[in-house]
């Protein structure tokens, strides 16, 4: 099955910087990449995603890039601010199927 | 929109008892997942209900877990003989489904199981 592998654990950035967080996946069949978000004691919260048949896609402060030869898909948030910090999950899944597999998560802090 | 309802939010049960978590997806959604976080093993798929008919359970462990969607309002995830390797935080999320593309899966805020 497809597995995801999330390489920050931890990311630390000052108030208006941006902050990248990457991740890399296994099965060629994936081809939505989402963004979710966690803050404490909450669920997970839907930021952003992006379909293979791009290769970049922004809104607002984010930017989700995906290299679909190498495999590996990032989100990008720039101009980041306090209220940005939180827990960070990628996740992956087949076009026509709807099951997530996710990244191990990245805790994301945004020092002002 | 209340969004996706978990109840409870915290259950604590001794090693042995059953537990049964209770999930009220989205008005309207017809797909309904479970999810399990710890930090250990992070997020794991359990299993998934399209129209309340069971479509992958992989993610199950053979033993003790058992889901249900008896009508569109709600599923439960019962667990018996809770172990305390069982603790962890649960997660209920709901889509559309409207078609075959993948969509946004809207998460309840969980169901935190200590088991003792």
């Known amino acids: 099955g497809e597995k995801v592998e999330q390489h920050e654990s931890t990311l630390s950035v000052r108030e208006g910087d941006s902050a990248v967080i990457n991740c890399t996946y296994t099965d060629t069949a994936s081809s939505y990449f989402p963004w979710y978000k966690q803050e404490a004691g909450k669920g997970l919260h839907f930021v952003i995603d992006?379909?293979?048949?791009?290769d970049r896609k922004q809104s607002q402060r984010l930017i989700v890039l995906l290299d679909k030869k190498a495999k590996r898909f990032s989100l990008h948030i720039t101009a980041t601010q306090p209220e940005d910090s939180a827990i960070y999950f990628c996740a992956a899944s087949m076009a026509n199927y709807n099951v997530l597999y996710f990244g191990s998560g990245t805790k994301l802090t945004v020092e002002p | 929109n209340a969004g996706v309802i978990q109840t409870p939010r915290h259950k604590v049960t001794g090693k042995g008892q059953e537990a049964t978590l209770w999930c009220e997806p989205i008005?309207?959604?017809?797909?309904v997942f479970w999810y399990r976080q710890t930090i250990v093993q992070g997020l794991e798929f359990l299993t998934y209900f399209r129209n309340q008919a069971p479509i992958d359970d992989s993610g199950m462990p053979k033993e003790r877990f058992s889901a249900q969607m008896p009508n569109q309002s709600h599923s439960t995830l019962k667990i018996q003989s809770t172990q305390p390797q069982d603790s962890a935080v649960y997660l209920c999320?709901?889509?559309?489904?409207?078609?075959?593309?993948?969509?946004?899966?809207?998460f309840g805020s969980g169901t935190r199981l200590t088991v003792l």
């Open positions: 999320a709901s889509s559309l489904r409207t078609g075959t593309s993948a969509e946004t899966l809207y």
């Open positions: 008005s309207g959604h017809s797909a």
């Open positions: 992006i379909r293979s048949n791009v």
